[in-house]
């Protein structure tokens, strides 16, 4: 099952939802994604940053903690996400044996605090649920097309593609079923 919404979410009913009646489910993974509050925040923190052109010849990009992050907005073409989304579920259904799986993505303005993502995944056994589970988040984080916006105190920025998010997702395509 796949949603996405506006509204949050409440974890123990998801799971009531996707797992009632199910006897031959062994094992529950869930993930929630929350908004994060960056170590400084304000305009006057501290702004750590490091440069070592010699190793990368280029400018380390400011993150939000260097620059206060009050809220993100995530937008997205519905239409678009949800194939993907279901795409992303069924590469998941393919490479483990799964009675049932759930994604929630949340989009528009979130603050700090706020839920964004929960991803659960249910199988016989715990190793299926944990991998699927794992996969999924990895997967949504740079397969799913979102955009996502940060509002700092020195303004608003579209944020990039992350290189961390890459390489976990590299590494499931090199564990291709």
């Not at 490091?50 to 239409?79: F, N, W």
């Not at 678009?80 to 989304?85: A, F, Q, S």
């Not at 700090?112 to 991998?131: K, P, Y």
């Not at 740079?142 to 290189?163: I, L, N, Q, Y």
């Amino acid at each position: 099952m796949i949603r996405l919404q506006q509204e949050d979410f409440d974890v123990g009913q998801e799971l009531e939802k996707l797992t009632q009646g199910n006897a031959k489910i062994g094992g529950v993974a869930i993930f929630v994604g929350v908004v994060r509050q960056p170590a400084a925040v304000g305009p006057s923190a501290a702004i750590p940053l490091e440069y070592y052109p010699s190793m990368t010849g280029e400018k380390p990009r400011e993150t939000a903690a260097d620059v206060g992050q009050v809220a993100i907005t995530l937008e997205h073409y519905p239409c678009m996400t949800e194939k993907k989304l279901e795409e992303i579920d069924a590469e998941a259904h393919r490479r483990w044996p799964l009675e049932t799986s759930l994604i929630v993505h949340r989009y528009g303005r979130l603050k700090a605090g706020d839920r964004i993502v929960l991803v659960a995944t249910t199988s016989a056994h715990r190793e299926a649920a944990f991998e699927s589970c794992r996969f999924l988040i990895d997967w949504l984080k740079t397969k799913a097309p979102f955009w996502k916006r940060e509002e700092t105190a020195a303004g608003a920025r579209w944020v990039d593609a992350d290189a961390k998010d890459d390489a976990a997702m590299a590494r499931w395509i090199e564990r291709k079923p």
